[in-house]
Nanobody
């Protein structure tokens, strides 16, 4: 059974950092492009970042460039999102996913498998 389970969300003050983790089971991530999405109430789901399994490249949506870092640990079958200098507009439920492609900021139709999400709230 394919499963992705996120953790690491929480409440953080503006300017703070969080590291989201995602553990995969039922398959191995080494051959998959991986990524993160987020969704805030009343807004459409947004692709945040992706990491290519082909060439190791990473891609980010403009609003998180230089602040967020996507990475993987194939040995542990885990995906990570390091989020720095968090701002209130980063508040959302964050989802990890495997993707059909990673050639730019991920689009909704790139999603293959995804988890149940973890809440990130940025507030003072």
């Amino acid at each position: 059974q394919v499963q992705l389970v996120e953790s690491g969300g929480g409440l953080v003050q503006p300017g703070g950092s969080l590291r989201l983790s995602c553990v995969a089971s039922g398959f191995t991530i080494d051959r998959y492009h991986i990524g993160w999405y987020r969704q805030s109430p009343g807004k459409e789901r947004q692709g945040v970042a992706c990491g290519s399994a082909t060439d190791g490249s990473t891609h980010y949506t403009d609003s998180v460039k230089s602040r967020f870092i996507v990475s993987r640990d194939n040995a542990k079958n885990m995906i990570f999102l390091q989020m720095n200098n968090l701002q209130p507009e980063d508040t959302a439920v964050y989802y990890c996913a495997t993707l059909r492609r990673c050639a730019g900021p991920p689009a909704d139709y790139d999603m293959d498998y995804w988890g149940q999400g973890t809440q990130v709230t940025v507030s003072s």
